[in-house]
C-alpha cells in the first residue's frame, strides 16, 4: 500500500500468469544521443505480446498522454540483440561454463500481468501530477521497488515500465537501490543488452555515483563488485551489443570515479577533438583521464582484467567489432597511469598470452602480423590508435621500430591506416622517435599531400615543432611540396590555404573568389608560423606579399583569419607585421562584426602603431551601435577602449603613445626572444613584466652587496681582530646580521629552485620562519602598509590602535605611550 496524502494505492495479491509470450527487441541502428542531455532518447517501437484488451486499452492511454514528449519511430527488428541472453542464471554465476563462442539466443520473456501494470501505471501517474511530497517520494520509490522482486527482467524490459522505473531509481535511498541491482544480478546481462532495460541500468549506476560518501563506500563497492562479476562472465555477449556496449562504458567510468558530467567523453568522440589533440603539443604529452572523483580502483581492475580473461578466446572478432571496440579503447583510457595493467591488457589485444607479459619484447613476428590485420578495418584502427597512444614509452618504441619501421609511408597512404600513423606521430616521445619518423616521411610530403593526406604532413608538423628537431627540413619540404617555382615564394601560403583545389588542378589553379578555406592547410600554417624566423622566411614572404583582397577573404575565413592571428604572433619582424595589417585599411569595421574575425581584429590592434590603432578605432567608431548589439561586441569595444576615443581622441592617442614608448623601452631594455624567437607582447603585460624583472634585480642586486660586504667585513676581521668586538660596541652586531641573511637568502634560493612558493621552515617543525623568529614588525612598517591602503577596514582600525609588544612592558608599569610617537632603539 502506498499513501500520498489522503490518496490511496492499494496492491493486490497477484496471480501467477500463466500466458509466457514474447518477441525480439529491435537493435539495427545503435541508439541515438542528443546533445547536453544525459539520458538516451529511446529507439522505435518494440512489437508488443498479444494479451487482453484491458492492457492495450492502457497502453494506448499512456501512449496519447506522453503524445509530443517522447517521440518513437517504428523501426525493423533485429534478432541477434535486445532482449537476447547467452546461457541461464546458472552460466552467470560460475566462469567456467561461460563459452564465448556460444551465439547469443532469443529468450521468451514473461509478458507483465495486468495487476503489476496497473499497479506502475497509477505510480507513474503520481510523478506525472506531481502529487507526491518530497518527504514522502523515497518511501514511494522504495515500496515501489519492492514489488519488482523477482519480475525485474520483464519490468525493466517494458516499453512504459521501464520508464516509471527509472523515475523510482533516481528516487529512492541506497538500500532499496543496491537491492533492486541485488536481485537483477542473475539478468543483470540480459538487461543491460535490452533497448529499454539498458535506459534502466545505467539510470542506476548514475544513481549510485550520486549516493557516494564514506559510510556508504564498501556497500556500493560491494554492489559494483557483483555487477562486474556478472558482466565480466558474458563479456563477449555484452560488449557485441549496441547497448550493453554502452553499460559497459558507464560502468568502466564509475568504477575509475570518472565524474558523471564527463561520462559523454567516453560515449562519443569527436574527429575534430581528436585532431585538436594530436595537432595541440600541450595535450599531446599528457594521456592521463582528466579529473577524477572517489573510484573503486580495485574494482576497476578486476572488471578490465576479467572481462579481457573471458573475451580473449574472441579478442579477434571483438576488435573488429564497433560496439566492442568502445568498450576496449574506454579501458586504455581508463587504465593511463599504470603501466603493468596497459601492458597486460595491451598484450591480451593483440593476440598475445598471459605469460608474454614477463618477456622482455611483446612484439614478435607473430604480433607483427596481428597489428597489420588491424590496419585494414575501421573498428580495430581505432582500437589500435588508442593502443599507440596509451602505451608505456617502452612498448611505444617497440611498437615504432619493430612494426611501422620502413612501412610508414605505405600506412600512410592507406585509408584507415594513416590515422593510425598520425596516433604514431603525435605520441611520440623523444626526439629520436620523430628522427626515426620524419627521415622517412619528410622526403613523401608531396607524395602524401597528391595522395589527400595532410593530416599526416600537420602531425609532422606539430611534432616537430613540439620537440623542437627537424624544423627546418620540414618547413622546407612543405615548401618545396606546395610550390613548383622555388625562385619564387609567393604562392606558398595561398597553395596551402586552398590545399585540396591546388592539388586537385595543379595546372591551372588561380585563387577561388569564394569558398572555405581547407582545415588542415589553415592548421599546418598555425604550426609553421610558431618555428623560429630563419625556419620560415618563404611563408612570410608570401603571406606578405599576398594582394589586399586575398588578405581579407583570409580574415574573413574561421580558419584563415586564426592563420593571420598566428603571423601575428610569429618571429616575424615588426614592419612586415605592419605591412599585412595596413592591407586590411577600411575592412576593420566589417571584421570587428564577425564573431571569428573580431579576434583577427583584437590581434591587429595588439601588434599595430599608435597611426594604424588610430585608425582602427575611427572604423569601429562607425560601427559602434551595430557591434555593441552582437554577443562578442562588447568586449571588443571595452578591449580597445573605443567609447574612450569617441569622447577624448586625444587623450586617448596619449594613452597609446605612452603604452606604445613603455613597450619599445622594455624592448630596448631586455628584449623579446622566447624560445620561438622575438614574439611580440601587448604593452599592457610588457609593461607589468618590466615593473617585475626590475622588482627582482633590484632585490638581487641588494643581496649581492650586503654578501659583498659580508665578505669584505671577514676578511677585515681576520686582519683585525678586535674590530667585531669594536663594530658592535658601536652597534653593528656584524656576524650575526650578516650570517641571518646570508643564510635567509641562501634558503630562498632553495625555495625558488624547487619551484614551490611557501614559507621558510627550519628543522622538522610546522612553524613557520615569520613566526619562528618572535619578532612583530615595527610600529613604522606597520603604519606604512596601513598608509598605503586606500580605506581601512575596522581590523585596520584595530591594529591601528593596537598596542606593540614593545609597547606592551611599559604599560603594564603604567607608563602611557603617546599615539604615533617614534620608538627609541
Given at each position: ?341 596497459l601492458i597486460h591488457a595491451i598484450s591480451i589485444l593483440l593476440g598475445g598470452h598471459e605469460e608474454n607479459v614477463s618477456q622482455e619484447k611483446l612484439i614478435d613476428s607473430e604480433r607483427k602480423q596481428e597489428i597489420m590485420v588491424l590496419l585494414g578495418d575501421p573498428a580495430s584502427s581505432h582500437l589500435l590508435e588508442v593502443i599507440i597512444e596509451v602505451a608505456p614509452e617502452t612498448l611505444y618504441a ?428
Amino acid at each position: 500500500m502506498v499513501c500520498v496524502g489522503s490518496k490511496t494505492i492499494k496492491r493486490k495479491k497477484l496471480k501467477p500468469s500463466s500466458s509466457d509470450t514474447g518477441d525480439e527487441e529491435d537493435t539495427s541502428k545503435r541508439r541515438g544521443r542528443k546533445k547536453g542531455k544525459d539520458k538516451k532518447p529511446r529507439e522505435g517501437h518494440s512489437r508488443l505480446p498479444e494479451g487482453s484488451s484491458s492492457k492495450k486499452r492502457q497502453n494506448r492511454k499512456i501512449k496519447e498522454k506522453n503524445l509530443g514528449k517522447r517521440p518513437h519511430d517504428r523501426v525493423k527488428n533485429d534478432p541477434s540483440e535486445g532482449s537476447s541472453k547467452s546461457g541461464n542464471g546458472k552460466n552467470l554465476k560460475s566462469s567456467k561454463n561461460f563459452e564465448p563462442s556460444k551465439p547469443v539466443q532469443s529468450i521468451l520473456r514473461k509478458r507483465v500481468d495486468p495487476e503489476t501494470a496497473k499497479y506502475f501505471s497509477e505510480i507513474a501517474n503520481l510523478f506525472e501530477s506531481n502529487a507526491i511530497d518530497l518527504e514522502d517520494r523515497a518511501t514511494i520509490c522504495g515500496n515501489a521497488l519492492e514489488e519488482t522482486r523477482g519480475k525485474e527482467l520483464e519490468l525493466a524490459t517494458d516499453i512504459v515500465i521501464s520508464r516509471t522505473l527509472q523515475n523510482l531509481l533516481e528516487g529512492c535511498e541506497l538500500d532499496q537501490l543496491c537491492g533492486f541491482l541485488h536481485n537483477c544480478a542473475e539478468v543483470f546481462a540480459t538487461i543491460a543488452m535490452d533497448k529499454f532495460g539498458s535506459h534502466v541500468i545505467e539510470t542506476a549506476l548514475r544513481s549510485l555515483a550520486k549516493h557516494q560518501d564514506e559510510r556508504s563506500y564498501c556497500y556500493i563497492e560491494e554492489t559494483l563488485h557483483l555487477m562486474c562479476q556478472v558482466v565480466a562472465a558474458d563479456a563477449a555477449n555484452v560488449m557485441q551489443s549496441r547497448y550493453g556496449s554502452h553499460v559497459l562504458r558507464s560502468l568502466l567510468c564509475l568504477c575509475k570515479g570518472v565524474p558523471l558530467d564527463s561520462l559523454e567523453e567516453y560515449h562519443t568522440t569527436k574527429p575534430s577533438a581528436v585532431l585538436s589533440e594530436r595537432l595541440n603539443p600541450a595535450k599531446s604529452v599528457d594521456k592521463n583521464p582528466g579529473r577524477l572523483e572517489n573510484g573503486f580502483i580495485d574494482t576497476f581492475k578486476f572488471l578490465v582484467r576479467e572481462t579481457l580473461n573471458h573475451a580473449k578466446d574472441e579478442i579477434s572478432a571483438l576488435r573488429a567489432d564497433k560496439y566492442s571496440s568502445f568498450v576496449l579503447q574506454t579501458a586504455l583510457k581508463l587504465s593511463v597511469g599504470n603501466d603493468q595493467e596497459l601492458i597486460h591488457a595491451i598484450s591480451i589485444l593483440l593476440g598475445g598470452h598471459e605469460e608474454n607479459v614477463s618477456q622482455e619484447k611483446l612484439i614478435d613476428s607473430e604480433r607483427k602480423q596481428e597489428i597489420m590485420v588491424l590496419l585494414g578495418d575501421p573498428a580495430s584502427s581505432h582500437l589500435l590508435e588508442v593502443i599507440i597512444e596509451v602505451a608505456p614509452e617502452t612498448l611505444y618504441a617497440e611498437l615504432l621500430t619493430e612494426v611501422f619501421k620502413g612501412s610508414l609511408f605505405e600506412i600512410s597512404s592507406h585509408p584507415y591506416g594513416n590515422f593510425v600513423v598520425q596516433a604514431l606521430i603525435a605520441s611520440a616521445r623523444t626526439s629520436d622517435h620523430i628522427n626515426l619518423i620524419s627521415e622517412e616521411l619528410c622526403p613523401k610530403l608531396k607524395e602524401l599531400l597528391e595522395l589527400g593526406k595532410p593530416g599526416v604532413v600537420a602531425s609532422i608538423l606539430a611534432a616537430c615543432q613540439r620537440l623542437q628537431v627537424n624544423g627546418r627540413e620540414c618547413c622546407e619540404a612543405l615548401a618545396a611540396a606546395v610550390n613548383s617555382d622555388p625562385e619564387s615564394p609567393s604562392h606558398v601560403v595561398s597553395h596551402i590555404l586552398f590545399l585540396e583545389s591546388y592539388f586537385r588542378d595543379k595546372a591551372d589553379w588561380e585563387w577561388p573568389p569564394s569558398g572555405k578555406m581547407n582545415v588542415l592547410g589553415c592548421l599546418m600554417l598555425q604550426t609553421i608560423f610558431k618555428y623560429p624566423n630563419q625556419y620560415i622566411r618563404p611563408y612570410i614572404a608570401s603571406i606578405t606579399s599576398m594582394d589586399d583582397a586575398h588578405i581579407f577573404q583570409t580574415a574573413k575565413d574561421a580558419g584563415g583569419s586564426r592563420v593571420l592571428e598566428a603571423f601575428l604572433s610569429s618571429a616575424a619582424s615588426t614592419k612586415l607585421k605592419l605591412k599585412v595589417i595596413a592591407k586590411l585599411r577600411g575592412h576593420y569595421g566589417e571584421l570587428a562584426l564577425n564573431p571569428s574575425s573580431s579576434f583577427t581584429i583584437e590581434k591587429c590592434f595588439s601588434a599595430s602603431n599608435v597611426s594604424l590603432k588610430e585608425t582602427m578605432a575611427e572604423e569601429l567608431v562607425a560601427v559602434q551601435a551595430e557591434l555593441s548589439k552582437t554577443k562578442h561586441g562588447p568586449y571588443i569595444l571595452k578591449k580597445l577602449d573605443i567609447d574612450g576615443f569617441a569622447r577624448r581622441p586625444e587623450q586617448w592617442k596619449k594613452s597609446q603613445s605612452s603604452k606604445e614608448a613603455a613597450y619599445r623601452e622594455f624592448q630596448a631594455t631586455f628584449g623579446s626572444k622566447n624560445e620561438h624567437g622575438s614574439n611580440e607582447q601587448p604593452p599592457e603585460s610588457s609593461q607589468k613584466s618590466s615593473n617585475r624583472r626590475k622588482r627582482k634585480e633590484k632585490a638581487s642586486d641588494d643581496t649581492d652587496h650586503g654578501d659583498n660586504l659580508a665578505n669584505g667585513l671577514s676578511s677585515l676581521r681576520s686582519e683585525f681582530p678586535g674590530l667585531a668586538i669594536s663594530m658592535a660596541k658601536l652597534g653593528f652586531p656584524m656576524d650575526k646580521q650578516s650570517t641571518k641573511k646570508r643564510k635567509f637568502a641562501k634558503e630562498t634560493a632553495g625555495e625558488e629552485a624547487d619551484g614551490k612558493k611557501r614559507f621558510i621552515r627550519s628543522g622538522g617543525s610546522n612553524t613557520s620562519f615569520l613566526r619562528e623568529s618572535g619578532k612583530r614588525k615595527s610600529s613604522g612598517t606597520e603604519l606604512a602598509d596601513l598608509a598605503c591602503k586606500s580605506t581601512l577596514t575596522s581590523t585596520d582600525v584595530r591594529e591601528l590602535f593596537k598596542p606593540s609588544t614593545k609597547n606592551e612592558n611599559y604599560q603594564s608599569q603604567g607608563a602611557r605611550v603617546p599615539f604615533l610617537k617614534k620608538q627609541k632603539r
